[in-house]
């Protein structure tokens, strides 16, 4: 990054302001062996911007997570990967049902019926 020295517009001088964060969380992943992986996973965010006064700011602030993620991997079986299919599946027929039926109901009322007269 360059450091900007203050600018004047006019009378009024200004500076320019720079911060940084970053979100430092651990992380293990255990594979399918149950080997241990240690790593961390970094998010970053920064903010610039024109302030008022003489001196320009460069603000770095870091943040150690006392969360930590663990991604563990297992193997699963083919029934119950059918299982969990078959249930994605109701599921999805379910909602679908339950949105016709809403449209069917909200349709519906608009229509009188017919009576017919010999």
């Not at 979100?23 to 961390?40: A, Q, S, W, Y």
């Not at 700011?57 to 006392?66: A, D, G, K």
């Not at 339950?98 to 017919?114: D, H, M």
């Amino acid at each position: 990054m360059i450091a900007q020295q203050p600018e004047f517009f006019g009378n009024f001088q200004v500076g320019f302001y720079s911060a940084y964060f970053t979100d430092v969380t651990p992380i293990t992943i255990v594979d399918l062996d149950g080997n241990r992986k240690f790593t961390h996973q970094y998010t970053a965010t920064h903010q610039n911007m024109l302030i008022g006064g003489e001196q320009s700011q460069i603000i770095i602030r870091y943040e150690m997570s006392s969360i930590q993620v663990v991604y563990s991997f297992e193997d699963q079986s083919l029934l119950k990967f059918i299982v969990n299919l078959c249930a994605v599946i109701g599921g999805l027929f379910t909602v679908v049902s339950i949105i016709e039926a809403l449209l069917s109901n909200i349709v519906g009322t608009n229509k009188q019926p017919e009576i017919k007269s010999n």
